[in-house]
């Protein structure tokens, strides 16, 4: 056994349901989620079904891996979150073109926002991660493709789709498009979203 995988000093609480549940929530296989955390399938296979518990490195890294929190691989409920988020408490934040508003509240399994994307901005990027995404037309139309397949949406459309399919989002209006935008994907660096630009019209 490596060193990455030696019992902790004292009992933690068990995380067994929460590790598989986050792993699959990941879309991650019990392979490709070992082989990145450094441990074997089979020692992480014993972490899921409770026959040994994690050392704190072991949780971070985990963590890391299937975009969540220590605390909720813990299981721990977090009781300061408020339900409803008001309009005037939604501070906008810019990146990369696009504006953004939490929808949500942090650290749940789902991030909803309400974007908006202007016109030629980020529509050469694809991006390609684990977990599902879910988009809502509110003003504008859109310009969605879906591996080699181009959709055109209008307000009302929305579109649901696993975002390990590879997708770009593009604006077809010189007033840009607002969205509701919905995914799972936690705590994950820019870079691991992307593909990145390619050449040619998105449709």
């Known amino acids: 056994m490596s060193s990455s995988e030696t019992e902790p000093a004292g009992a933690l609480p068990a995380v067994a349901p929460q590790l598989r549940a986050l792993r699959r929530r990941a879309s991650l296989t019990l392979e490709a989620a070992a ?41 721990e409920a977090v009781t300061d979150r408020d339900a ?34 202007p016109h030629g901005s980020q529509g050469d990027i694809v991006r390609v991660h684990p977990g599902e995404e879910w988009l809502y037309v509110l003003k504008g139309r859109l310009r969605l493709r879906l591996g080699d397949t181009p959709h ?16 770009r989002i593009d604006a077809s209006d010189p007033d840009g ?27």
Not at 47 to 71: H, N
Not at 84 to 109: F, K, N
Not at 186 to 198: D, E, F, K, N, R
Request: hydrophobic share 40%; aromatic share 6%; proline share 8%.
């Open 35 to 75: 082989r990145d955390a450094g441990l074997s399938p089979a020692h992480l296979s014993r972490l899921e079904t409770g026959q040994r518990q994690p050392s704190l490195p072991m949780l971070l890294s985990l963590a890391r891996i299937y975009g969540t929190t220590v605390s909720e691989l813990l299981g």
């Open 84 to 117: 409803v988020i008001r309009a005037a408490d939604m501070e906008p934040t810019a990146a990369g073109g696009w504006t953004y508003w939490p929808a949500g509240a942090p650290g749940r399994g789902m991030q909803a926002l309400r974007v908006h994307v």
């Open 152 to 167: 055109r949406l209008a307000p009302g459309d929305s579109a649901h789709y696993d975002s390990l399919t590879p997708h």
């Open 177 to 203: 498009v607002e969205l509701l935008f919905v995914h799972t994907l936690l705590q994950s660096p820019t870079a691991a979203l992307c593909l990145g630009p390619i050449h040619g019209d998105a449709t």
